[in-house]
């Protein structure tokens, strides 16, 4: 018994191990990539902008998830430039109005285009019998676990039978946690990278504990799915 207590000690202290690295690894890389110059790009471009700013990096999340362009990029640029409250509303914004209209296009639009697409996909047929038993808890599981890029997964439900407004709040729901620890993500990054003033170690050690938070809730709530 202590044996099991000591191993299993052991693969837990292994894996935060490995999620701090991998932190530390996505923040070195952050560091080394030009990120200062898009950011200050977006920021002079968006934040001059005013109001109208959020409301532009909406419209441009919309398109891009419609048009199958990763949002990272973007998510990223809003918690540099919005921080973290407005940076996650309009990434949430952005990404489930963006998902409504990809369901909409499939269902409605463009059904017989996304039905050859997932004839080559090999879980799609098994998603569609999960998802006809079990409705909107299968979406919200598949949102929370990686097995399908996020932009697919919004056209595939299209051909689902799911209904339309318990895919458009379940997914919205599910996918909070992911857009809050990129935001957070680009958040840390834009404040690295900020020139108004050094911040103290108390504020990095700060961002540090908040940001190993995010991830850890966000890998719970990931295993539960």
Not at 20 to 40: D, E, G, K, Y
Not at 67 to 83: D, E, K, N, Q, R
Not at 103 to 119: G, H, M, N, P
Not at 172 to 184: C, G
Request: overall charge positive; glycine content about 8%.
């Amino acid at each position: 018994m202590p044996t099991e207590i000591s191993i299993a000690k052991l693969n837990q202290f292994i894996r935060w191990g490995s999620v701090a690295a991998i932190l530390i690894a996505v923040l070195v890389i952050f560091r080394t990539l030009p990120i200062n110059l898009v950011t200050s790009a977006m920021n002079e471009w968006i934040g001059g902008l005013g109001w109208w700013g959020p409301i532009v990096l909406v419209l441009l999340y919309i398109v891009a998830t419609i048009l199958f362009v990763p949002g990272t990029i973007l998510t990223l640029a809003a918690g540099a430039i919005f921080g973290l409250a407005v940076g996650t509303i309009v990434v949430s914004i952005g990404s489930t109005v963006g998902a409504a209209l990809a369901f909409l296009i499939s269902r409605y639009v463009a059904r017989e285009k996304v039905a050859k697409l997932a004839e080559d996909n090999r879980r799609f047929a098994a998603i569609d019998r999960a998802i006809e038993e079990g409705g909107w808890k299968i979406v919200g599981l598949l949102r929370l676990s990686p097995a399908l890029p996020f932009n697919l997964q919004n056209y595939l439900y299209g051909l689902t039978p799911i209904r339309f407004w318990p895919y458009v709040f379940t997914s919205w729901l599910a996918m909070l946690p992911a857009t809050f620890l990129y935001v957070y993500l680009g958040h840390i990054t834009g404040a690295a990278v900020s020139a108004d003033r050094e911040r103290t170690p108390a504020e990095w050690a700060m961002l540090a504990v908040g940001l190993l938070a995010t991830i850890a809730v966000t890998i719970y709530v990931t295993r539960l799915a």
